[in-house]
Nanobody
Framework: QVQLVESGGGLVRAGGSLTLSCVVSGSTFTIITSRWYRQAPGKRRELVAF???????NYIDSVKDRFTISKDDAKNTVYLQMNNLKPDDTAVYYC??????????????WGQGTQVTVSS
Protein backbone atom coordinates (compact mmCIF):
# COMPACT_ATOMS: atom_id res chain seq x y z
CA GLN A 1 0.00 0.00 0.00
CA VAL A 2 1.39 3.37 -1.03
CA GLN A 3 1.33 6.19 1.50
CA LEU A 4 2.25 9.86 1.31
CA VAL A 5 3.26 11.65 4.51
CA GLU A 6 3.86 15.41 4.61
CA SER A 7 5.85 17.32 7.19
CA GLY A 8 7.44 20.71 7.66
CA GLY A 9 4.44 22.94 8.15
CA GLY A 10 4.21 25.46 10.94
CA LEU A 11 3.80 29.07 11.95
CA VAL A 12 6.10 31.65 10.39
CA ARG A 13 6.14 35.42 10.07
CA ALA A 14 5.66 37.13 6.74
CA GLY A 15 8.90 37.10 4.82
CA GLY A 16 10.02 33.87 6.41
CA SER A 17 10.66 30.47 4.89
CA LEU A 18 9.51 26.89 5.31
CA THR A 19 10.34 23.66 3.55
CA LEU A 20 7.65 21.01 3.19
CA SER A 21 8.54 17.37 2.64
CA CYS A 22 6.43 14.54 1.27
CA VAL A 23 7.73 10.99 1.70
CA VAL A 24 6.24 8.26 -0.46
CA SER A 25 6.41 4.78 1.01
CA GLY A 26 4.99 1.35 0.34
CA SER A 27 5.51 -1.42 -2.14
CA THR A 28 7.65 -1.04 -5.23
CA PHE A 29 6.34 1.77 -7.39
CA THR A 30 7.11 4.49 -9.91
CA ILE A 31 6.26 8.11 -9.18
CA ILE A 32 5.06 9.74 -12.38
CA THR A 33 4.14 13.26 -11.33
CA SER A 34 4.21 14.89 -7.89
CA ARG A 35 2.22 17.94 -6.92
CA TRP A 36 1.64 20.29 -4.04
CA TYR A 37 -1.86 21.64 -3.50
CA ARG A 38 -3.14 24.01 -0.86
CA GLN A 39 -6.52 24.86 0.57
CA ALA A 40 -7.20 28.00 2.55
CA PRO A 41 -10.26 28.27 4.82
CA GLY A 42 -13.38 28.82 2.76
CA LYS A 43 -11.54 28.42 -0.53
CA ARG A 44 -11.16 25.69 -3.11
CA ARG A 45 -8.13 23.48 -3.16
CA GLU A 46 -5.63 24.82 -5.69
CA LEU A 47 -2.63 23.34 -7.41
CA VAL A 48 0.51 25.19 -6.34
CA ALA A 49 3.28 23.37 -8.20
CA PHE A 50 4.16 20.10 -9.86
CA UNK A 51 7.24 18.19 -10.91
CA UNK A 52 7.32 15.39 -13.45
CA UNK A 53 9.36 12.23 -13.46
CA UNK A 54 11.95 13.89 -15.69
CA UNK A 55 12.09 17.02 -13.55
CA UNK A 56 9.89 19.43 -15.45
CA UNK A 57 8.33 21.93 -13.04
CA ASN A 58 5.53 24.43 -13.12
CA TYR A 59 4.02 26.90 -10.63
CA ILE A 60 0.99 29.07 -10.21
CA ASP A 61 1.75 32.73 -10.81
CA SER A 62 1.31 33.79 -7.18
CA VAL A 63 4.23 31.62 -5.99
CA LYS A 64 6.63 31.93 -8.92
CA ASP A 65 10.07 33.15 -7.84
CA ARG A 66 9.20 32.36 -4.21
CA PHE A 67 8.50 28.62 -4.13
CA THR A 68 10.64 25.79 -5.49
CA ILE A 69 9.49 22.21 -5.96
CA SER A 70 12.13 19.51 -6.08
CA LYS A 71 12.52 15.77 -5.56
CA ASP A 72 15.00 13.21 -4.35
CA ASP A 73 14.27 10.00 -6.20
CA ALA A 74 16.57 7.96 -3.99
CA LYS A 75 14.54 8.97 -0.96
CA ASN A 76 11.13 8.96 -2.71
CA THR A 77 10.67 12.46 -1.33
CA VAL A 78 9.25 15.64 -2.83
CA TYR A 79 9.98 19.05 -1.37
CA LEU A 80 8.42 22.47 -1.53
CA GLN A 81 10.81 25.24 -0.52
CA MET A 82 8.77 28.33 0.31
CA ASN A 83 10.52 31.68 0.64
CA ASN A 84 9.25 35.19 1.29
CA LEU A 85 6.01 33.78 2.66
CA LYS A 86 2.93 35.98 2.73
CA PRO A 87 -0.23 35.80 4.84
CA ASP A 88 -2.10 34.76 1.68
CA ASP A 89 0.00 31.59 1.63
CA THR A 90 -1.73 30.42 4.80
CA ALA A 91 -3.41 27.10 4.03
CA VAL A 92 -3.29 23.37 4.51
CA TYR A 93 -0.76 22.04 2.02
CA TYR A 94 -1.33 18.62 0.48
CA CYS A 95 1.04 16.37 -1.36
CA UNK A 96 -0.40 14.49 -4.34
CA UNK A 97 1.26 12.05 -6.69
CA UNK A 98 0.40 9.87 -9.66
CA UNK A 99 2.00 6.58 -8.75
CA UNK A 100 2.23 3.29 -10.58
CA UNK A 101 2.73 0.35 -8.22
CA UNK A 102 4.44 -2.59 -9.89
CA UNK A 103 1.83 -4.69 -11.65
CA UNK A 104 -0.90 -2.10 -11.34
CA UNK A 105 -2.19 0.89 -13.27
CA UNK A 106 -1.21 4.33 -12.04
CA UNK A 107 -3.52 6.20 -9.73
CA UNK A 108 -3.54 9.36 -7.68
CA UNK A 109 -2.55 9.31 -4.01
CA TRP A 110 -2.91 12.05 -1.40
CA GLY A 111 -1.19 12.90 1.84
CA GLN A 112 -2.99 13.99 4.96
CA GLY A 113 -1.96 17.65 4.71
CA THR A 114 0.23 19.95 6.75
CA GLN A 115 -0.79 23.37 8.06
CA VAL A 116 1.15 26.46 7.05
CA THR A 117 0.27 29.68 8.84
CA VAL A 118 1.90 32.98 7.93
CA SER A 119 1.41 35.86 10.32
CA SER A 120 1.60 39.49 9.24
Amino acid sequence: QVQLVESGGGLVRAGGSLTLSCVVSGSTFTIITSRWYRQAPGKRRELVAFITRIGTTNYIDSVKDRFTISKDDAKNTVYLQMNNLKPDDTAVYYCNADIEPVGYLSRSFWGQGTQVTVSS
